[in-house]
């Protein structure tokens, strides 16, 4: 199947400093790839839809000037929180469609951040 | 209302128990009906799906869809120690888009 990566796994920040989050796919080339936040024992919460050589699609409450995204190429979506709060702290995942679509998604190992 | 609900739990069985997993959703529109699976601190992973109604089995597990009560199913039978996670329902399209998840029910099954 498809492999989605991020990196970093974990990371923890000061408040008020900023933290890029990577996500690829590895084996596939994926134009969307949608961006996650859940909470300890919560679901996963979309944030937004990055989209390849274009301007992501924010959901409706989420800062787009505090989490930034840039789909710069095929394989590869960064999520940027920028001036960290520790209200930020949680648990970022980002996934893909298959390549020429299709029903599911493929799901990046996750990012934990813990904003200090 | 939510358009996909689903008991968060925790729900515990003790091993070798039949588990039953149960989703309704509202919006009759997605064709596409996926239980994922996540493991603690893990990213969710496809478990199974179905298109349209009807039931499809993999091993122990079985996913029911009835589209005229919009009500998934997800039946875990000899359920192990191993299939301790939280399991998220989700309706969808083709495409990927705009996957809707359930809240995703914990599930504990006890050696």
């Known amino acids: 199947g498809a492999v989605v990566s991020q990196h970093p796994s974990r990371v923890i920040c000061k408040s008020g400093t900023s933290v890029k989050i990577e996500c690829r796919s590895l084996?596939?080339?994926?134009?969307?790839m949608f961006w996650y936040r859940q909470f300890p024992k919560q679901s996963l919460m979309l944030m937004a839809t990055?989209?390849?050589?274009?301007?992501?699609?924010?959901e409706q409450g989420v800062e787009k000037d505090k989490f930034l995204i840039n789909h710069a190429s095929l394989t590869l979506s960064t999520l940027t929180v920028t001036s960290a709060h520790p209200e930020d702290s949680s648990f970022y995942i980002c996934?893909?469609?298959?390549?020429?679509?299709?029903?599911?998604?493929?799901f990046g190992p996750g990012t934990r951040l813990t904003v200090t | 209302q939510k358009e996909v609900e689903q008991d968060p739990g925790p729900l515990s069985v003790p091993e070798g128990a039949i588990v039953s997993l149960n989703c309704t959703y509202s919006?009759?529109?997605?064709?596409?009906f996926m239980w994922y699976r996540q493991y603690s601190r893990k990213g969710p992973e496809l478990l199974m799906y179905?298109?349209?109604?009807g039931n499809k089995e993999d091993g122990r597990f079985t996913a029911q869809v009835d589209k005229s009560s919009k009500y998934i199913s997800l039946f875990i039978r000899d359920s192990q120690p191993s299939d301790s996670a939280t399991y998220l329902c989700?309706?969808?399209?083709?495409?990927?888009?705009?996957?809707?998840f359930g809240a995703g029910t914990r599930l504990f099954v006890k050696a």
């Open positions: 996934s893909a469609p298959p390549a020429g679509g299709g029903y599911e998604q493929y």
């Open positions: 084996d596939f080339q994926a134009t969307t």
């Open positions: 990055s989209n390849e050589g274009s301007k992501a699609t924010y």
């Open positions: 919006n009759s529109a997605f064709q596409y």
């Open positions: 179905t298109y349209s109604s």
């Open positions: 989700a309706i969808g399209n083709t495409g990927g888009f705009k996957t809707i």
